[in-house]
């Protein structure tokens, strides 16, 4: 029972079809071009004035002889058109205009070729060599394909009778060659010329955002120009060919690299191919061959190309169907009257709903368009039976319909001219008559019944305006033709094309067509890369050069970040850096703050200690005034620091260096005074020498003074010529921005350090040379320590300083400073402080004079 309820479920989802439809949704049912075997043939109609009423029996005479052809729509077309004319009281009155067409109907390019061939080798007449006076005028209507119209005007331009004067013309595109009045000078076109089309394909294709297209093309004029319009349209948006395929018009040169033609498609990476050409040449084998095999493309081509195949393989998953530029025009509503009262029993409802050119109008205009899941073909023409449709014009069809109202308008005013002028024959008869008629043919201007006007002023006859189509091809002939857009070149520039994305979903299932670029996207973060002899649309994706980044797709070139901003990791945004310094708030610059406090503090209490016990013999020993001075600049140097710590300004960079340098320049100069001291002393052997009164009178205390002046001249010179400065390093540190104080001179930088070097190399000889004094002068040992470690401290600065960047170079020299500082407290005064705290008995002039050792 489940299965019988699901299979009615399946037989009725073809009558529910209409019901979900949108009004621009269009059914049609075409027969299987694939099973016929043949092209879309040229059919020529001739065209003739009668006095006499036509009524539709003559039309249904003309049409039941001649439906083998499988090219109804131009006869069912041209008879509508006639039939309106006719009944029509204000053109041609008391006038019919009729029609008929060769045997067998409608002709291959060689079947037209072979029989004009053979007409002519039938006729021993030669131009300009008939004096027949009895000459007719004929109007031929050639068409839709570029050749036949081609042959057929090039042979009657020709024709040896001189009996026949011919009017010729044409439906189907517009042909430049047609347009050469010295060469055709008979021949009229219905098309417009499609100068627009390339343009208009071209929005579409940036529309849809495609740069890489194929192109298959028939090898002739047609097909020639419509490649240079393209791709001057191309070069001006950058949109590029996947491929060119110009085939050969003729069969046997197309065989011979149809192979080619197929595997160029196949291996190319594009999912837009673009069909333009003559419908009845190789360019229409290699496209069913194509489409046959099953190649997954969107075809993008004219509406002569409008055809539906009856694979079935058909999937619903993903796009790959036809979108088709057709001439806008009006519709033409009471088309289907006309058929239907035709001979019933040869145009019955199901072989209208199988005519190649039908295209079925869904009536519900409050419905919606919705994806088709399903279809089944097996119950189309039974569903099709029982709906009412509504039938538009091709565009072939269109130029015929303009064509009949053309030569009727031109007969009309030809006939009112003869009317009021009573012309006289002068024995030309109807030579006279003819070329009457190609003058008024030429002058021609008109509006068609359904509002479109008709000019055919080659300057003015341009097609400015497309309708866009989206067909998709259901299995066994059922196809779905959706309008998605429009193109109008009046428009400005940007707003001349109109796509309707909800059809496009509606027929899709999605807005989104599939991508079709030579490259895919460089997304935020990179930028497009160009490699010798790509294409403009191809290139490759690298990554934005450091402190680069780019935020949109496909950018040509990386922006660079501001100092004070870093990129983020994917490069495709620029994020304010951390303004960051050592603070007290970080744990290395609390650190550092807490070390120079706590050392600061020591030596403070160091200093408390040797102030009370200043009578003692230990502090009385190498001048105590030396010592407290020394004491003193070392409390500072440990204060040197938090000079570094904090957000530098102009006054605290100004402040670390001179301090730095005075301090330190004082405690080592001390130093010195200390070593000299002691040599001084050991010197002194007897009352009356010189170096005595040297001793005795302070000498020792004047080094400090010196060389704390001449430190000051040079800390002075750096100030005046290139101070200190606040300066951001934005580079050490990814993300940061170090605030830090720029030395301002290098150099004098050095030089300061230098003088401080000098000075402590100075100290470390002379307490060398003094090492091996007697115990009584023992400091000269404890001074050697400390000046070794002091030069040590500083020598293995430089390069550790010069191997960092930004904080840690700050914290660096902050370290060498507590290191170097500590190093003379702990070397000079920390034994001294043992004794005079812990070892009091040793401190006693008794003690002192003994061999001990510190």
Avoid at 149 to 171: A, D, H, K, P
Avoid at 385 to 390: A, C, G, I, P, R
Avoid at 572 to 581: G, M
Avoid at 784 to 809: A, D, Q, R
Wanted: aromatic content about 12%; charged content about 15%.
């Amino acid at each position: 029972m489940f299965s019988l309820l699901l299979l009615f479920f399946f037989l009725y989802i073809p009558l529910l079809v209409p019901r979900f439809t949108h009004p621009r949704c269009f059914w049609r049912m075409k027969p299987d071009k694939e099973n016929d075997g043949d092209l879309v043939t040229g059919c020529v109609f001739f065209l003739s004035t009668a006095q006499w009423p036509v009524e539709k029996d003559y039309f249904n005479h003309i049409l039941n002889i001649r439906t083998s052809t499988g090219n109804n729509q131009f006869s069912l077309a041209l008879a509508f058109s006639m039939d309106e004319v006719n009944k029509n009281p204000d053109l041609l009155p008391n006038t019919s205009l009729v029609f008929d067409f060769p045997e067998d109907g409608c002709k291959t390019v060689p079947q037209v070729y072979s029989l004009l061939h053979f007409s002519e080798e039938t006729h021993d007449t030669h131009p300009n060599y008939n004096c027949d006076e009895e000459s007719m005028c004929i109007l031929a209507l050639s068409g839709p394909n570029w050749a036949i119209s081609e042959i057929f005007g090039t042979f009657l331009n020709l024709f040896t009778f001189q009996t026949v004067r011919f009017c010729i013309l044409t439906y189907g595109p517009f042909d430049p060659i047609l347009s050469n009045r010295e060469q055709f000078p008979s021949v009229y076109q219905m098309a417009p010329q499609d100068i627009y089309l390339a343009k208009a394909m071209v929005s579409l294709m940036l529309h849809l955002n495609w740069n890489w297209i194929g192109l298959a093309i028939s090898d002739n004029d047609q097909g020639i120009q419509f490649l240079s319009y393209l791709r001057r349209e191309m070069e001006k948006n950058t949109v590029c060919f996947a491929f060119v395929n110009i085939i050969p018009v003729m069969m046997p040169s197309y065989l011979s690299r149809a192979g080619v033609y197929y595997n160029q498609i196949m291996t190319s990476s594009t999912k837009v191919v673009v069909i333009y050409g003559d419908t009845d040449s190789a360019l229409a084998v290699s496209f069913r061959m194509w489409d046959s095999r099953g190649i997954q493309r969107i075809w993008v081509t004219t509406s002569q190309w409008d055809v539906t195949t009856w694979k079935s393989d058909f999937t619903l998953n993903s796009f790959h169907g036809t979108l088709v530029f057709a001439h806008h025009h009006a519709e033409i509503s009471n088309f289907k009257t006309f058929v239907q009262t035709l001979n019933p029993l040869k145009y019955s409802d199901e072989y209208l709903a199988k005519l190649e050119w039908m295209n079925l109008k869904c009536e519900l205009s409050d419905s919606k368009c919705k994806t088709l899941n399903n279809c089944i073909s097996n119950a189309s023409l039974q569903w099709l039976k029982v709906q009412t449709f509504d039938m538009t014009f091709s565009d072939d069809s269109y130029d015929i319909y303009n064509a009949v109202y053309y030569v009727a308008h031109a007969l009309h005013e030809m006939i009112l001219q003869e009317v009021h002028n009573q012309p006289v024959d002068n024995g030309k008869g109807h030579y006279a008559h003819c070329l009457k008629l190609h003058s008024f043919l030429q002058k021609t201007q008109f509006t068609n019944p359904v509002g479109d006007r008709v000019n055919m002023n080659q300057k003015e006859n341009l097609q400015e305006e497309y309708d866009i189509f989206q067909i998709w091809n259901f299995p066994h002939g059922l196809g779905l033709k959706v309008k998605i857009g429009e193109f109008s070149a009046h428009f400005p520039q940007g707003q001349q094309l109109h796509i309707y994305e909800d059809m496009i979903e509606h027929a899709t299932g999605s807005r989104q067509m599939p991508p079709s670029v030579c490259s895919v996207d460089c997304g935020p973060g990179f930028r497009k890369f160009w490699q010798e002899g790509m294409e403009d649309c191809c290139f490759d994706c690298n990554p934005c050069p450091q402190h680069e980044v780019s935020n949109d797709t496909n950018v040509d070139k990386c922006l660079r970040c501001r100092e004070d901003q870093y990129t983020n990791r994917e490069q495709n945004q620029c994020i304010p850096k951390a303004v960051v310094f050592l603070n007290y708030k970080d744990p290395m610059g609390m650190a550092l703050a807490l070390m120079a406090l706590c050392f600061s503090a020591f030596t403070a209490v160091v200093l408390g200690v040797f102030v009370k016990h200043h009578d003692t013999p230990i502090v009385k020993a190498n001048n105590r005034n030396l010592t407290y001075i020394l004491l003193i600049s070392l409390i500072f140097s440990f204060l040197c620091p938090l000079l570094f710590i904090g957000h530098p300004n102009s006054a605290t960079c100004i402040l670390q260096q001179v301090t730095f340098g005075v301090v330190f320049t004082v405690a080592i100069s001390t130093v010195l005074a200390k070593t000299v001291t002691v040599l001084l002393a050991f010197k002194v052997t007897a009352p009356g020498k010189r170096i005595r009164s040297f001793l005795l009178l302070g000498a020792p205390n004047y080094i400090i003074a010196i060389c704390t002046f001449i430190q000051i001249i040079l800390c002075a010179i750096w100030l005046r010529f290139s101070p200190p400065f606040i300066d951001n390093d934005a580079n050490s540190e990814h993300g940061q921005i170090i605030i830090v104080c720029n030395k301002g001179s290098e150099t004098a930088f050095y030089c300061v350090l230098g003088y401080h070097g000098s000075l402590a190399l100075a100290s470390f000889i002379v307490a060398f040379l003094a090492r091996n004094l007697p115990d009584t002068f023992n400091e000269a040992k404890l001074l050697t320590f400390s000046m070794l470690l002091f030069c040590s401290v500083w020598v293995t600065f430089i390069p550790v300083y010069h191997s960092t960047k930004g904080k840690v170079m700050v914290v660096v020299e902050v370290l060498s400073i507590l290191i170097s500082s500590a190093g003379l407290l702990g070397c000079i005064f920390v034994p001294k402080s043992y004794i005079i705290l812990l070892r009091p008995e040793r401190n006693s002039l008794q003690k002192l004079r003994e061999k001990t050792s510190f």
